[in-house]
């Protein structure tokens, strides 16, 4: 079976070869700078990178351009207050970002460019579109009239007919219930940062940097645009309605949309108390592979239920496939090869492949990489598995590996597993109790040889890494 995803603009699932045959054009829209980016977030960036991994896999060339978002309503309210230029001001949050995505193994994609530094292409695009009339200027901001687009809301599937016509919203962010002519172009606001423009003084709206900078160096119809679901509306509708407008032509053939992460099945928030940036997670002494096993574990298009316990899990199962690869690497085997299990390990492949083919089905692929190592493990206990199998497993799991991308231990010290910390932790805290404070001293020591700190608080016992 081919290739295929889902496309939210056809609501089916479809067969994908990009348009030229060989190289995917996609853009995916990045982050917005303005703080350390969260696990929702990282859950987004980290189903795109599991999707151009596998399309590398499938033979295809990559050009895959993100965008940060450098400026917005936000960015411009956290400067101001911090008394920072916006580029003071995100130039911080940029570099934890690509910090962040490299511990989690996000492959770069092949071009990233910043809003701030393409305001003439956005303004080009908003002229062709005022050319066109399908804009209105009201108090020296530019809007997108929405009636004069007919298809709007095909991306969305969403009906909006009965609109008032000429009510508008400024705000980037809104709902389909709100849903009007939307801004392209606002009027500069004293204290704001702003452009001097052949548009006027002002800043640009958030959607149209996305299409400006998609179609400056994808071209006007690109093979995938991707963002979590989030961004569907209006976020994307804006951006199909601003480019198809200007150019007359389809805007993204494919659009891939990750579901959102919940934690303990909530909807992640600061007041709610379950806001976990990556940070967050190594101050509690997680590995980024667990991160990155856990949030690649679940196909993109269910929801993700984050837990302290699921990443606890995802440790142990990483652990298992470094003890395999480990087995394979170092065990003296029988000489010859063993037909069954040969037959065993292409069929492992062919099962993951297929798996991922099928709308990039993480969780199949895992159960079939999984089954085989159960299997491959028992018939090496029972002296079936001969040296002659070796290669074909190794590489197996290095195909696995150049999606997953966790086998490799990052620079955290991994000569301790959790449960082995968390074995001597427990120890302490009885060895404490016994009023045995030498034994007690000796474990917080040997933790600290492998980086642990050991706090008492309030609350008992907790670890970090240093
Ligand atoms: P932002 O930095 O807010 O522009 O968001 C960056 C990306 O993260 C976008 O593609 C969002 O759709 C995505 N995103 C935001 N919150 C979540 C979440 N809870 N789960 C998954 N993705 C999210
Ligand atoms: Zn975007």
């Given at each position: ?27 995916t ?12 977030n990282?859950?987004?960036?980290t ?29 411009i ?41 393409h ?15 399908f ?27 009965g609109l ?8 980037d962010?809104?709902d ?40 400056r ?36 053939r ?203 608080t ?9």
């Open positions: 079976m081919a290739l295929r995803f889902y496309n939210t603009l056809s609501q089916q699932v479809e067969n994908f070869t990009p348009l030229d045959g060989k190289t995917v054009r996609m853009y829209c990045g982050p917005t700078v303005w703080n350390y980016v969260h696990i929702g990282l859950r987004t960036f189903s795109q990178d599991i999707l151009r991994r596998w399309l590398q896999y499938r033979g295809y060339q990559m050009m895959h351009v993100m965008n940060i978002t450098d400026v917005d309503d936000r960015i309210q956290q400067s101001a207050a911090a008394g920072k230029s916006i580029y003071e001001y995100t130039a911080e949050y940029e570099k934890a970002f690509f910090e962040d995505a490299s511990k989690v193994r996000l492959q770069r994609p092949e071009k990233i460019c910043r809003a701030t530094e305001i003439e292409d956005m303004v080009r695009l908003i002229q062709t579109l005022e050319k066109q009339g804009t209105y200027s009201s108090e020296g901001s530019i809007y997108f009239r929405i009636s004069s687009f007919p298809e709007y809301g095909k991306l969305a599937h969403l009906h909006f007919e008032k016509a000429g009510a508008r919203v400024d705000s962010k809104y389909k219930d709100n849903a009007r002519d939307f801004v392209l172009w606002k009027a500069r606001k004293e204290g704001e940062h702003f452009w001097e423009t052949p548009l006027g003084p002002g800043r640009p709206g958030w959607h149209i940097e996305c299409s400006a900078m998609a179609m160096y994808l071209g006007e119809t690109l093979d995938i645009h991707a963002g979590g679901v989030d961004l569907i509306f209006p976020h994307h509708e804006n951006e199909v309605a601003q480019s198809e407008a200007a150019t007359g032509k389809p805007f993204a494919f659009w891939i949309h990750t579901e959102h992460l919940m934690v303990e099945s909530q909807t992640m928030s600061k007041s709610a108390g379950n806001f976990y940036t990556l940070r967050d997670l190594f101050d509690r002494g997680f590995s980024p592979e667990s991160v990155r096993y856990l949030l690649a574990q679940v196909p993109y298009r269910k929801q993700l239920n984050f837990t302290l316990e699921g990443l606890k899990a995802a440790a142990t199962a990483i652990e298992r496939l470094r003890n395999y690869e480990l087995r394979l690497k170092t065990t003296k085997f029988a000489e010859g090869k063993n037909v069954k299990i040969e037959e065993r390990t292409a069929q492992a492949l062919k099962s993951f492949e297929e798996a991922m083919d099928d709308d990039l089905n993480t969780a199949e692929a895992l159960g079939a990489t999984f089954e085989y190592v159960r299997e491959t493990n028992t018939a090496m206990d029972t002296g079936e598995f001969l040296a002659g199998n070796v290669p074909a497993a190794l590489d197996f799991l290095a195909k696995f590996d150049s999606i997953f991308a966790v086998l490799e231990p990052s620079t955290v010290d991994q000569t301790i597993s959790l449960a082995e910390i968390e074995a001597l932790i427990a120890e302490r805290t009885q060895a404490k109790k016994a009023r045995n404070f030498q034994r007690a001293d000796e474990i917080r020591q040997r933790l600290l040889e492998h980086g642990i700190v050991v706090e008492d309030k609350e008992g016992v907790r670890w970090k890494r240093k």
